[in-house]
């Protein structure tokens, strides 16, 4: 942060005649500019058709909540500067904003409150946009997208319906969260501790409902190829979608159960990475929510106790995010499994540590080569069986005992019948052909990936259009009749199923086949249908014919989708995998050409303060608009990206955003001394020959231009871009106070004085630099300095490379006093680099090789001597 200036303004009379015209305020500055900006609604629109590049920059659409949050400042501060730097390099830019309006706390809110979550939606979203009006964004409003209008969601039914007639749209049963006070299906943020969020005393159950699901498990194998085609997307974001998608080469076995035990003979599939181990299976582990432990607990109160307790704590250690470290627990159901391998009679047990959506919710127990398998089988005390022996560097050697659980793939089988003997990959390879020619299994590909269930027995989202008819089963909505309207003024505070199917106008509908009565679907899509395909609807925002035209989505998708995505990591694995998955079946149906929608992606960091993240509970929230009361837009907006680089965590602090206010306000106060437009020095070209001082600034004007054009097309430190530029405001100040401003009196040595044109030239290139932070200071000072074109389109400042170049100086070096070579440095090099370069001169290390440096001398500027023994 710049020290403030010293207050001897001596120069400046209107000061101390009592006017404050060369006040900066921030306040005056933004309101006078918000004004005319608003007077222009095409000021920020994209071209349809342009002669010049396009470039696609988007931040993620925020769910209208009411108030924006620093959070939100930061990520769009960040994607405006991208945008308005674009505009500045003379590319046609699509900078678009919208709403994900459809979700749960509207529904919640209007419970609260007693306001339709529309009205309630629509008021949020008018004063966020005010709200981003006065933060200075630059959106092109003619393409605002809201999700809970019809115009919208129709499209979301389209695709619905074209999912549906590909089978990739299909209904199964699945388990939701039941309230049986409320009677009705919670979401999982309204379960809280496994109690209902408005029955504190009431558990919820977990109840069996038929659900639409689609089939993104159909793309598992492109979605996780092509994330190594995303070389601009961060590392950690491209991981965790590799782990989501959790690919893993395996082999599915079948053990019967014992028919003594389970006369329906029926058979529990496990899928293993080792079947290598398969003989030292000694029991059979079950996911509490495994179909067969329900059948098992039908007629068993006992077991269910056991069974439920293992179902909470797994849910509990869900919530707190460790399920890998869940302190096992588990329970005998006194049924037996045979091992297809060696006809084995195996215990089955029911474990907390097995989760249902990995695998098939089975595993077969190893515990002498699996750690989580010791660990419960040891608790239980449970057989542990070696069937694997490290190998042996030498084959004469008897073979050591490991230490157990003896997890790795490089040791060879014992105790494994026929495949004793074999290494580990080889009796997989076996093992898993075995199976297949017995008939009990087979070498197989599992993802933890599963199919995305968009169901949602709520109110406030699109509902599904499909109807249920007694002669024709589920009818698809005919295309002609969309969208299917969410009716309003339904009182969603009733308890008691889906909302909708309390509406008979709704629910009684027309069989478009038969013309007989039919139902309609009440439940409604997941938010996350909403946000998986809006980006597509901005190139095109307006059509009523189709969700967008396939050549305005190809021109600013291109081959290889947004140019730039912004937002939090937290939409790192659903919405960003949603969105593939939708891009993709999209290019399926023909609509768009690009594999992927999202070139490169910036993850920004949060915002914390006091070490924690900010949150009403907390009470650590600062509010986007009482920073702008006080210190203006352009501080905030600045503040959050010069605090820290955009991708790190930020540590809120108040007196950061006054620093930057001071810094703006020195900016603003040199100019209010310093321009001269009416001067016809004021635009001359700026003289070749400059005495020193006045060179220097000229240098560090073009090492500025530099530097915030390399951290704009590099890695967006806009940190260090705004260093740099306090540093060339420094450097003003320095000059002014040499007496070298343009308010000098006659008095001055004229070498010094900084000519008029050069003036001009820093602070037309301090507007041009600050347009992406401040955009409305930028604006002033523009006009201030005279200019009359637009700002926004304004060229960026280009920097002359050999203007920006270190003066460069000759020094000889010695050697104990005797001149032996000759360096050239940059004229203001500290000494220790003076000194390293001299030492590294090609010359002089050949002639200290091997000799001690007793002491090196550098006179700054003018000589270096070593001296050596
Ligand atoms: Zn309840
Ligand atoms: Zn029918």
Redesign the pocket.
Known sequence: MPKEEKTTVVHDGQNRDGHNDDRYDAQRIESKWSARWQQDSSLYAAEPHSTRQKYYVLEMLPYPSGALHMGHVRNYAIGDALARYMWMNGYNVLHPMGWDSFGLPAENAAIQNNTPPREWTLHNIAAMKRQMSRLGFAYDWSREVTTCMPEYYRWNQWFFIKLFEKGLAYRKKSLVNW?P??CTVLANEQVIDGR?W??ED?LVEQRELEQWFLRITNYAEELLGDLDRLPHWPEKVRTMQRNWIGRSEGTLVEFKIDSATDPAHSTIGVFTTRVDTAYGATSLQLAPQHPLVARLTRNNDLLRVEVDKLIAEQRKAREAGDIGEIEKHGVNTGRYAINPYNGEKIPIWVANYVLMDYGTGAIGSVPAHDERDYEFAKKYKLEIRLVILPQNSDPEETAVEPRLPFTTKEGTLVNSGPFSGLDCKAAIKAMSDHAEKNGFGKATITYRLKDWGISRQRYWGTPIPMLYCEKDGIVAVPEKDLPVILPENVDITLTGGSPLGRVPEFVNATCPKCGGPARRETDTMDTFVDSSWYFYRYTDARNDQAPFDRGKASYWFGEHGIDQYIGGVEHAILHLIYSRFWTKFMRDMGLIKNDEPVERLFTQGMIIKGGAKMSKSLGNVVSPDEMVERYGADSTRTYTLFATSPDRELEWQDEGVEGIERFLSRVYRFAVRNTRPEDPAWSAAVPENLSPPIRALQRKLHQTIKRVSDDFQGRWHFNTSISAIMELVNELYAAESRGGGASVGAGDSPAQVVPLSLLREVQRTLALLLAPFAPYLAHELWEMLGEKASLLRAPWPKYDPALAKEEEVEIPVQINGKLRSRIIVPADAPDDSVSVRAQSDEKIATMIAGKRIVKVIVVSGKLVNIVVR
């Open positions: 309230c006070k409320c209902c408005r029955h009431t």
